[in-house]
């Protein structure tokens, strides 16, 4: 991945102890089941020097700000709760972005979700321009043109 990294964050909100497993997840772009699985062999097969540092990463690292929290992504499983919510209902799209993973252990969703994604965006993008042509070929457009002409 070439993404940019910030700064190391504990993320208390999708963590299951203390979040350091999720923060470290977001930092170098992994799954944090992934990161959760590493650490609990690692302790079961013979570094125990791993939860020492696991206790030291929750008093060390900061939680996640707010403004940083909120522009992460969300669990896998609030994610597709959250789409089987807006499937339902109508909601703007326009400002969230999909992020696709090529392999298992990146974070981000798989291709054919976001396929799924993008396809209702492009619903809701085709219901917006749908609207706007409706508009501009109606009569009550028309009548406002000629008035602001004036």
Request: contains cysteine.
């Amino acid at each position: 991945m070439n993404r940019k990294r910030g700064e190391l964050y504990r993320n208390a909100e999708q963590g299951k102890i203390a979040g350091v497993c999720a923060g470290i997840a977001d930092y170098f772009g992994w799954e944090t089941w992934l990161v959760r699985i590493l650490v609990v062999s690692g302790v079961l097969f013979g570094m125990p020097f791993l939860i020492l540092g696991y206790i030291a990463g929750w008093f060390i690292l900061d939680k996640t700000p707010e403004k940083i929290t909120n522009s992460n992504h969300e669990s896998s499983e609030s994610q597709y709760a959250k789409r089987d919510q807006q499937g339902k209902q109508k909601v703007d799209v326009s400002n969230e972005s999909i992020k696709v993973k090529a392999r298992i252990w990146q974070a981000g969703e798989p291709p054919k979700q976001a396929l799924y994604d993008i396809r209702r965006k492009f619903r809701s993008l085709e219901g917006k321009v749908q609207a706007m042509e409706q508009y501009v070929t109606s009569a009550e457009f028309t009548v406002s043109r000629e008035i602001n002409k004036l």
